[in-house]
């Protein structure tokens, strides 16, 4: 779990980085904010509705991930009832009470985060509480990094980069140690919900929009 998601890049969450340098990366312009205040919150994942057929998923994933053109993702937002409601599903926005299988921030949407936390949830209910954990961690490190560095148009990738690994390393840390184990205990016990742990491609996010929201 790093940065969420930008146009034209994509990120691995925090999960999949199962070990670290001891020393600091190099933080160039963009540094972690303190996080000690840090309270976990937790929003629920919407339920699974079977309203996207594959040719929407196929269509629409480019569209979600600002890959597309606008003439090319129009029929999702004023386009047929079908093509909406598919959108309307995959699509949702972090002030909402259930989070979707891509989630962007009210009211920029200028970058999203695949939910995986809530695809565990959905897959395996008694895995809930790991799924927290793994939401803790990212909402952690976007705590940490999205206003001094995410958000910073002039950040270089590479400084991103080295805030995720700052936070992870530092306020962050427990929250992150927690998530890993998380992970560890799911694949483990061969739990439904390893099927949420996807490369963050083009393949993986249609993945977990599958499972979300297709027939």
Known sequence: MVEPIEPEESAAEPAKVEAKPAQ?????????????????????PAKFRHVCTEEQILALTPCATFKASKKECARFL??????????ECVITADIDPAWGPLVYPFP???????NEAGCIARLDPSQE?????RQAALDCIGAACLETCYGDPKASKE?????????????CKPYVER?????????????PATACFVDLND?????????????
Do not use: H, N
């Not at 600091?24 to 840090?38: E, H, I, T, W």
């Not at 004023?78 to 959108?87: F, I, N, Q, S, W």
């Open 179 to 191: 998530s890993i184990s998380c992970r560890i205990a799911i694949e483990e016990a061969q739990s």
């Open 203 to 215: 393949d993986g996010l249609r993945a977990i929009v599958r499972l979300f929201c297709g027939k």
């Open 24 to 44: 600091q990366p190099a933080l160039g312009r963009c540094s972690p904010k303190d996080v000690s205040a840090f309270e976990p919150r937790w929003t629920p």
């Open 129 to 133: 509480e790991c799924a927290k954990d």
């Open 108 to 114: 920029a949407a200028d970058r999203y985060f695949v």
């Open 159 to 171: 400084e991103k980069t080295a805030c995720t690994e700052a936070a992870m390393l530092g306020g």
């Open 78 to 87: 004023d386009g047929p009832e079908a093509d909406v409601t598919c959108a």
